[in-house]
């Protein structure tokens, strides 16, 4: 099986725009979870997608959206870019019985760099 | 951290040894689960241990945990210059919550 897949793998944007980035999952894969990793915050989850519904969130501002499509693929979009929003953002899934009781696979990430 | 923190931050051995780091966390968990991510990529799973046990094993690797402790530990064994890495343990709550620790970087010297 292909494994997750997430484009693009680099963006530069400036403050102030909108990004979407987007991830293809493992194929039969239903849950799709977004995380940002920083130097200095570390891996934050910021939500989770299953079934084209929203199923958990983390604690991220409502500039953080996100959509998942009936065939499983998820978009995640962040408007209004700040400096801080540079970081590498992961994608990863899993069959989505439950999520965060079973292995998600993650994508290699897109390298985001708000100037 | 919002759920815990690893230890050592960074770690250096020479090829063969074993590389041994831990993971404290905060609250109630249902599993906590051990990922590896090689510079700047994706993360990698590498084991999850339910918190009704207490140790597990896949290859080289082996996981204890200790839920009185709020603690874990990662052994690699026989390290290899390709287990050059950061380690994160990550724990799912009661509460559906998953939180990443801060990891561990290893250097394995050849």
């Known amino acids: 099986k292909a494994g997750v897949t997430q484009t693009p793998r680099y963006l530069i944007k400036t403050r102030g725009q909108q990004v979407t980035l987007s991830c293809s999952p493992i194929?039969?894969?239903?849950?799709v979870s977004w995380y940002q990793q920083t130097p200095g915050q570390g891996l934050q989850f910021l939500f989770e997608?299953?079934?084209?519904?929203?199923?958990n969130k983390g604690n991220f501002p409502g500039r953080f959206s996100g959509r998942q499509f009936s065939n499983s693929r998820s978009e995640m979009n962040v408007s209004t870019l700040e400096l801080g929003d540079s970081a590498l953002y992961l994608c990863?899934?899993?069959?989505?019985?439950?999520?965060?009781?079973?292995?998600?696979?993650f994508g290699p990430g897109t390298r985001l760099l708000v100037l | 951290s919002q759920q815990g923190e690893e230890d050592p931050q960074a770690l250096s051995i020479q090829e063969g040894e074993n590389a041994t780091m831990n993971c404290s966390y905060k609250?109630?968990?249902?599993?906590l689960q051990w990922y590896r991510q090689n510079s700047g990529r994706g993360l990698v799973h590498l084991i999850l241990?339910?918190?009704?046990?207490r140790e597990k094993h896949s290859g080289r690797l082996r996981v204890t945990l200790d839920t009185s402790k709020k603690s874990s530990s990662l052994l690699i064994t026989a390290s290899r210059a390709a287990d050059t890495a950061s380690y994160f343990c990550?724990?799912?709550?009661?509460?559906?919550?998953?939180?990443f620790g801060t990891g561990t970087s290893l250097t394995v010297i050849p």
């Open positions: 241990i339910r918190s009704n046990e």
């Open positions: 990863a899934s899993s069959a989505g019985t439950d999520t965060f009781q079973e292995t998600q696979y």
């Open positions: 609250t109630s968990i249902n599993n």
């Open positions: 194929s039969g894969h239903r849950s």
């Open positions: 997608y299953f079934s084209e519904t929203q199923r």
């Open positions: 990550a724990t799912a709550n009661t509460g559906n919550q998953f939180y």
